[in-house]
């Protein structure tokens, strides 16, 4: 099969011809439909996040067809449609597994980072960590929602109810969360790149009733701000942004060191936490739900060979939704 291959971090991806994997018991051989393309694949290949699994085919976004599967897999069949997210394995054993929280398991393994992901032909996946996608979406229109929709959904749960949102980088991530956002009836400022006009009219299009640059204030205190953009700077100003009892939620898995403020910016208990990774029964929720509002994605394909490509626009801010290799 044809895959992009990472073999070195801070190298560009190599297209090469590899054995398909084989599908232990517990697993199912997919064809890739589509795999989107997350900033966390940049950290990734930018050697930003420590000890990936090397050679790595990278990519964990994907949505395809069960070709052939485990003898022990019993919630799909062969010709079922399934996402397979960033979360690929959990012990079900540590204290956080066993309370609720396999989204920080002790050993838990990461689909295109720890296994081998999607920019591929063909992948295996854990049949127990896959979603059925809902039929309203395409192949590639769904891929985004896989881990942009996913970790969008976490971070909107954990800034609470807050019904003036504020959310930095307008990426794959914002796209999504602003829908949901907006059916739950809350209103959303849009925070940018200074100047980049283009992301604040596509935040304003998506329903966004204000969007500027990060460094200028929103005209009203936010309830809670969420930071997609990778950029520990961005922190300090949110803190600005929130009202009193505030939070700020970081919601990338790689950010800037941040500087040190003032204590007066998280004084009046303002908090500031990140969100790491999803739960199972996160993108139970989130599946039942996008369909609800309907989530809608805006997305750019590419071929398999255009991952090196897609990587380089997202890096230097030249996509608008989410990038998907389509095979
Ligand atoms: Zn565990
Ligand atoms: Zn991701």
């Given at each position: 099969m044809r895959a992009m291959i990472?073999?070195?971090?801070r190298q560009p991806l190599r297209a090469t011809e590899i054995p398909a994997p084989r599908p232990t018991a517990t697993q199912v051989l997919v064809k890739v439909a589509a795999c989107a393309v997350c900033r966390t694949d940049l950290h990734v290949v930018d050697g930003?996040?420590?000890?990936?699994?090397?050679p790595l085919v990278p990519g964990h976004e994907i949505v395809g067809t069960i070709v052939e599967k485990g003898?022990?897999?019993?919630?799909f069949g062969i010709g079922d449609r399934v996402g397979i997210p960033?979360?690929?394995?959990?012990?079900?054993?540590?204290d956080f597994c066993r309370s609720?929280?396999?989204?920080?398991?002790?050993?838990a393994k990461f689909t295109g980072y720890t296994l081998d992901g999607g920019y591929a032909e063909f992948t295996v996946a854990d049949e127990r960590f896959c979603f059925p996608i809902p039929a309203t979406y395409s192949d590639i229109e769904a891929a985004p929602l896989l881990c942009a929709g996913l970790i969008g959904y976490r971070c909107l749960i954990r800034a609470g109810a807050a019904p003036h949102l504020g959310i930095y980088g307008f990426g794959a991530a914002a796209h999504i969360v602003v829908q949901v956002a907006r059916f739950q009836g809350r209103e959303i400022f849009a925070f940018t790149r200074r100047g980049d006009s283009v992301a604040q009219q596509f935040a304003k299009s998506l329903g966004a009733i204000w969007a500027g640059d990060s460094e200028t204030m929103p005209p009203k205190p936010l309830d809670a701000a969420i930071i997609f953009?990778?950029?520990?700077?961005?922190v300090p100003l949110a803190l600005k942004a929130v009202a009193k009892g505030g939070t700020v939620v970081c919601g990338g898995i790689h950010m800037s060191d941040l500087p040190s403020f003032p204590y007066d910016l998280l004084w009046q208990e303002r908090t500031i936490c990140s969100v790491a990774n999803l739960t199972r029964r996160d993108g139970e929720e989130f599946f039942k739900l996008a369909p609800c509002v309907p989530v809608r994605t805006i997305v750019q394909t590419f071929p398999l060979t255009g991952a090196n490509e897609a990587l380089t626009r997202l890096r230097t801010g030249k996509l608008q939704g989410a990038a998907v290799l389509v095979p």
């Open positions: 990472l073999a070195t971090p930003e996040l420590p000890t990936p699994k090397l003898n022990m897999v019993e919630r960033w979360l690929g394995w959990t012990c079900g054993e540590c609720g929280r396999e989204n920080l398991c002790d050993r953009a990778p950029v520990g700077s961005l």
